[in-house]
Structures are given as structure tokens and as C-alpha cells.
């Protein structure tokens, strides 16, 4: 791919609520996201939503982070609000917890508003992209007992709403006493705010998590959001930054949702340091490392 190939491929993704195409669906998708997205017949709509889970199972306390996509199914172009990202409150998550029952609407713990926030026109098998925060809200932390999660979003376009596909998530408790102890720390509302932000006045929290249980995921994802913070703050990052939150990126295998999110700010990072080669360099790493998150990056519009 070329040099103007990448960077189409960053400025679409790291838009974080970018215009990606579909392209043709993969028939290696794992069972988290198999399910396929509403029809457009069925809705009565040109859009068709998707949800997407990178994990079938995560321990209490690690942060699930789902991806949305709302694709043009139909055969001329359209134009939509580009409104996707949750905090603008037009998508909803509908989360149907272990403990039964109908299920309820995750009211994030930061809200935006989109008045004036304009069109984008979406040609045939283009889409929206938008991450997902299920663990944590308004209320705190979302994902606190042990047992399976469902999960479906509803967008609204006008007077029409878009159901998304199901995804099921099994949670579970850490099974040694370390894990366990980081569950908690990570799920203390100023720790869990200060990851949502990556940073803030809980970001103490998530350097305790590191230090006292450096080999719990849960520490790998405070790590993340300590070196996106680092680097955000500086007006110039030094290099030694850059690095530091690629290793923290690429240290996330498990979960490329929440590495591909991270991939905006590292991209960032290293442009503002100068350093353009390299901000090309570790999203053609990314696409090798992390196949799912390479078709969405890959699927762009030229």
C-alpha cells in the first residue's frame, strides 16, 4: 500500500466516527459478532447496524469496549447525521444482564452535543464507525457480576429506529487472588473515569494497578491509558512517549477494539513529533498484527 494509500486508511479511521466501506464480509468472523446486522428490508431503511465484540469472555473489571457500524445497505447513496459515537446519545446500548429481566440503556457518564454536527453522504456499502464503552456509565461499573451479557444498539434516523445484531459476552471472575485484586481497584468509579478519559484525577488508580499487579490485564489496560495520557498532554511529544504507548498498544493482543481506539492517539503522537514516517509505519503494524481491526482500516473510502 502506498504512502497516500496510509494515510487515507489513518485520517479515515482516526476519526473515530469515520467513514469506512464494507466491503465483503468475512466468513472467518468469530461467534461474538456472527450474527448478522438488521436487514434493510426489514427495517424499512437504507442502513443496516452492526455490533461487534473482540471478546467471547473478560474478567470483571476489564473494560469491554464493542464497535458500531451503521452501513448503507442499499444501492444509492445517502446521507445520515454523523451522530454514531454514543456520547452523542442517538445510538443506544441495550444491555440484558445476567440477573434477567428485560434489560436496560447504558447512560454513559459523559454526553455531547450534536446540534449543527452535519451530513455525510454514504455511497452503497460505506458506513459509520463508532466504539462502544459497555463497562462503564453514568451509574459507575456496568459489568460487576459473573455471568453472561447481551448486548444490542438502536440508532435513530429521524423517526426510524435501526436495531443492531445481538452480541453475548461471558463475564467472570479473575480465578487467582492478584486479578482479583486489580478487578477492584480498575472498577472504583474515579479508576474506571479516569480510563473512560484516559487521564484525570483517578489516573493515581490506574499507576497503582500497574505497580501492585503488573502481569493482570487489567493492568495492561491501565498502561494504555497512562501512556495516552502522557503523550496527549505534551504540546510536542517527545519520542520516548510515542514509544512508550506503542508498547502499550500493541501489548493489548487480546483485544483490538480497545487497540485500534488506542491507534488514533499513537498515529497522532508521532505527527506531532515530526515523525510522519513513522506514524505510517505503526498503522501498517497494526493491519498485521490485528487482522479484524485491518479490514476495517483497509475498507476505507479512497
Sequence with gaps: MTDSGWRTAIFALLAVAGIVGCGQRSAEQTSVDSNEAASADASGS????????????VLVGEPLTLIATLENCSNDSVAVRDLLDPEYRILSLLVRRPTGGDGDYLELAVARDGRG??????????MLTAFVPAYFGK??????????????AE?????????SNAVQVEVSYPGDVPAADAAEAFMMPQVAQAYYMNGGTGSTGLDEIVTAWPDSPHAKYARLALAIEVA?????????????????????????????????????????????????RVVGDFTERFPEAAKIIDNRVN
Excluded: K
Excluded at 454536527?117 to 460505506?126: I, Q
Excluded at 440508532?155 to 436495531?163: A, E, N
Design 117 to 126: 454536527w452535519g451530513e455525510v453522504t454514504l455511497a452503497p456499502g460505506e
Design 46 to 57: 437504507a442502513f443496516c447496524l452492526m455490533l461487534r465484540s473482540a471478546r467471547e469472555r
Design 155 to 163: 440508532f435513530w434516523i429521524d423517526d426510524l429506529q435501526v436495531d
Design 232 to 280: 496527549a498532554n505534551a504540546e510536542q511529544p517527545r519520542v520516548q512517549a510515542c514509544r512508550r504507548l506503542e508498547e502499550a498498544t500493541f501489548d493489548l493482543n487480546f483485544d483490538w477494539i480497545v487497540a485500534l481506539r488506542a491507534l488514533q492517539s499513537l498515529s497522532s503522537c508521532y505527527r506531532r513529533a515530526g515523525m510522519h514516517p513513522e506514524s505510517m
Design 139 to 152: 451509574s459507575g461499573w456496568q459489568l460487576a457480576d459473573e455471568g453472561q451479557y447481551h448486548f444490542q
